[in-house]
């Protein structure tokens, strides 16, 4: 015997869950998300009040150095930190030099520190700092002594510093070429710092403002590469993907599509077998697939009054409350087929949107529907994602679940939400998110429709 009360609760919801995708509830918070990231502050000039001062000056703009006194000893080094600390919620961040003048030594260094280093001595040359060295062409990592790295630089070159937040690591270039890389061992904050230490030096600091010499786009785009390629060089039987895809195809009641996926699996060399332990469950998404297809197609062509006389002929519980989440979707999206109709249109809505005025839950919605009316061009308007294919995508899916929540068998009512392909992509997702937080949430915010278009921009 079937539960009526653990019935309607399925139906609410899915009902009430749907019901915020199409408000956009998710890409609001991925858009919130993506602006945290933009507004994070980046360096823009050099820090004039912590820099050791007595041996060197700063330009007006903040944008040069020059090491004006006579070095009498290895400590009267003229260091200076950007305003800002190198951005962490990103891929790679960056910095270029220009070395106007090498002076008497070319004792020139470029590197990163942290807020406590010691503003008299040479980045790398204390702990929690890294620095390339003109002079020499050494690297320096938190120690005096140096390791062969690149070569050396001079006047007239153009040298970089950058921070790969995937792969952990410092990078530096030469005149726009990568010289090397070195693991990034370095906790907490990390200053672009430069350095000074003969008479006559120069160096003016490009923190992005002009174009870098370096294609760091380039760059990006290879890293985002490689690590495509590490995934992709993972191992996955074909059964288990063959079954993820199949999965998919019969959650959302794609019949046809299902059907030669299957005969191209047969035909494959060798056949794919999907066997049942690897976990994928059918009877629950198997219930009523050509009903559920048929229902997905009228949808999908904007047939919603056909769609509802299905829905009252093949499962009429669904439609009898007139003010639940899913009739109300259907409702606002038969108003919103009728957009252009303006007659047609307001005479639906007093009869079939009226009802859910004051309503919670339902109000902004109706509000953002009704006033599709009101602009000439409505689809370029700021409710334009109304009219998009994809809202209709979200009704029918709507009612694809409703009805998998129909099965008096059903093993597990939250498997008619999502299918098992989305639900591993959420555990993804989150996998992403902690594995960043466990590195101080440094590097680039997961965005899974990003990953999903590198395909398409590759």
């Known amino acids: 015997m079937t539960n009526n009360n653990s019935g309607s609760k399925n139906e609410e919801e899915v ?14 918070k991925e858009e919130e998300m993506e602006e945290d990231t933009e507004d994070e502050e980046s360096p823009t000039e050099l820090n004039t009040i912590n820099s050791s001062g007595g041996f060197l000056v700063v330009s007006t703009d903040k944008m040069s150095v020059k090491y004006t006194s006579v070095n ?51 980045p790398g040359w204390e702990p929690h700092s890294c620095g390339y060295h003109g002079d ?29 937040y995937a792969s952990h690591e410092f990078f530096f270039t030469k005149n726009g070429t990568v010289v090397g890389t070195v693991y990034n061992d370095v906790k907490g904050s990390l200053f672009p710092t430069i350095a000074v ?19 760091l786009e380039d760059f990006e785009k290879q890293e985002r590469m490689r690590q495509q ?51 994928f469950d059918e009877q629950d998404i198997m219930y009523a697939l050509n009903e559920r297809k048929t229902l997905r ?36 999206q038969k108003f919103i087929e009728l957009v252009g109709a303006l007659e047609e249109a ?19 919605f109706v509000q953002d529907c009704v006033a599709l009316l009101a602009y000439e061009q409505p689809r370029e308007s700021s409710v334009g994602y109304l009219l998009e294919d994809s809202q209709r ?29 989305e639900r591993l992509l959420r555990q993804l997702t989150a996998c992403c998110l902690e594995r960043r937080s466990l590195n101080g949430d440094q590097g680039e915010a997961f965005y899974l429709h990003r990953v999903l278009n590198i395909g398409k921009k590759c």
């Open 297 to 332: 197609q009228l949808i999908k062509n904007g047939e919603i009054d056909a769609a509802l006389g299905k829905l009252h002929d093949w499962y009429p519980q669904i439609v009898q409350d007139d003010k639940s989440a899913t009739c109300f979707l259907l409702h606002c």
């Open 15 to 28: 009902g009430s869950y749907f019901l915020e995708v199409a408000r956009g509830a998710h890409k609001k």
């Open 72 to 122: 009498l000893h290895g400590h009267d080094v003229g260091v200076v930190q950007a305003n800002k600390p190198a951005p962490v919620k990103r891929l790679v961040y960056y910095f270029e030099i220009y070395v106007k003048d090498s002076g008497a030594k070319g004792q020139i260094a470029i590197g990163f520190t942290t807020d406590n280093f010691k503003m008299r001595r040479q």
């Open 197 to 215: 230490h003969s008479q006559n030096e120069e160096v003016h600091v490009n923190f992005g403002q002009k174009p870098f010499a370096f294609d």
């Open 346 to 364: 307001v005479k639906y809505g007093r009869i079939q949107l009226a009802k859910f005025f004051g309503l919670a839950g339902f109000e902004d």
């Open 136 to 164: 020499d062409g050494l690297l320096y990592r938190g120690q005096g002594k140096g390791e062969a790295f690149g070569p050396t630089y001079t006047a007239n070159d153009i040298v970089g510093a950058g921070i790969n």
């Open 229 to 279: 390629m590490t995934v992709e060089k993972i191992s996955l039987p074909p059964n288990v993907s063959h079954g993820i895809v199949r999965s998919y195809l019969l959650h959302y009641g794609y019949e046809e599509t299902l059907n030669s996926f299957d005969m191209a699996s047969k035909t494959t060399v060798p056949p794919v077998h999907i066997a049942q332990e690897n976990g």
């Open 393 to 421: 995508e979200v009704v029918a899916d709507a009612v694809n679940a409703m009805i998998l929540s129909m099965n008096p068998n059903l093993k597990d009512s939250h498997g008619c939400l999502q299918s098992g392909l």
